[in-house]
């Protein structure tokens, strides 16, 4: 079984800065890609920023010059340092996981999802 266990949201202003961290654990061979999502109210869930297992990384354009994602692969770990933020940051954020147990296969799989909220 595999958990991915995110921390680090809140309440900030916005111009502030905020650093969300995900930890996976559990019966993990390799972690692919690992990302970060975000779903505002009644909007869909979209990419935030991905890292791939070598560290190239892909950022959706909103977040492009103020998020930084970055990887631990020894600890499992993915982290999304968020700066400059702005009221439409406001959002659950999902941290993801592409991997490979040693017992179920290749799967996708997600946090329980951590709030940020970015007051003007």
């Known amino acids: 079984q595999v958990q991915l266990v995110e921390s680090g949201g809140g309440l900030v202003q916005a111009g502030g800065s905020l650093r969300l961290s995900c930890a996976a654990s559990g019966s993990i061979f390799r972690i692919n890609a690992m990302g970060w999502y975000r779903q505002a109210p009644g909007k869909q869930r979209e990419l935030v920023a991905a890292i791939g297992i070598g560290g190239s990384t892909n950022y959706a354009d909103f977040v492009k010059g103020r998020f930084t994602i970055s990887r631990d692969n020894a600890k499992n770990t993915v982290s999304l340092q968020m700066n400059s933020l702005k009221p439409e940051d406001t959002a659950v954020y999902y941290c993801?996981?592409?991997?490979?147990?040693?017992?179920?296969?290749?799967?996708?799989?997600w946090g329980q999802g951590t709030q940020v909220t970015v007051s003007s």
């Open positions: 993801n996981a592409n991997l490979l147990t040693y017992n179920s296969g290749r799967g996708d799989y």
